[in-house]
Every structure is written in structure tokens, then in C-alpha cells.
């Protein structure tokens, strides 16, 4: 997990901001407010979890499967990049 250290307090930041949405969204409930507002709220959460683990996977990738330390080749390089730019369209 060196990457997830190395990134830490950025990383903590973004599960701070994701709790502040999931408190709103109990909030929310317990109030019985506008489902519309409710709806935009969670899918807001949604896309702040999908980014934090799009963000946990990329950190992965070129930390463990193309360790850098032992020199990738551009090929392999180029087939990292074109994981991550799929897997990041799926979290979209």
C-alpha cells in the first residue's frame, strides 16, 4: 500500500468529504425532504466513492503491476494506461 500512504492525506480528505455526503444523505432522510435533492445527493456520493477507487486502482497498477522499479517496457506501460482508461470509464 505505498501508494495509498504516499497519497494519505489526500486520500483521507476525499473519505472526509464522502462521509460528509453520506451524513447528509441520513440527513436527508430523517427529514423526509425533496427525493430529487436526495437522489442528486447520492448520486454525487456515488461518484466521489467511484473516484477514490478509480484513484486506489491507478495507485495499484503503477505501484504493483508495472513496478517501476523493475523498468516496464513501453508496451507494457501503454497496456497499463489503456486498463486504467477503461476502468476509469466504467466508474463514470
Known amino acids: 500500500m505505498a ?11 476525499r473519505i ?3 462521509k460528509g455526503q453520506v451524513s447528509a444523505i441520513e440527513k436527508a432522510l430523517e427529514e423526509e425532504d425533496d427525493c430529487v ?8 456520493c ?8 478509480g484513484e ?18 513501453a508496451e507494457q506501460t501503454r497496456a497499463a494506461e489503456k486498463l486504467l ?3 476509469k470509464s466504467y466508474f463514470r
Open 85 to 87: 482508461s477503461v476502468v
Open 3 to 13: 501508494h495509498a500512504i504516499k497519497d494519505k492525506e489526500k486520500l483521507l480528505a
Open 56 to 73: 486506489l486502482i491507478e495507485g495499484h497498477v503503477y505501484e504493483h503491476v508495472i513496478d517501476p522499479a523493475l523498468r516496464p517496457t
Open 46 to 53: 456515488r461518484g466521489a466513492l467511484n473516484g477514490l477507487m
Open 16 to 18: 472526509r468529504r464522502i
Open 37 to 44: 435533492e436526495l437522489l442528486q445527493t447520492v448520486a454525487s
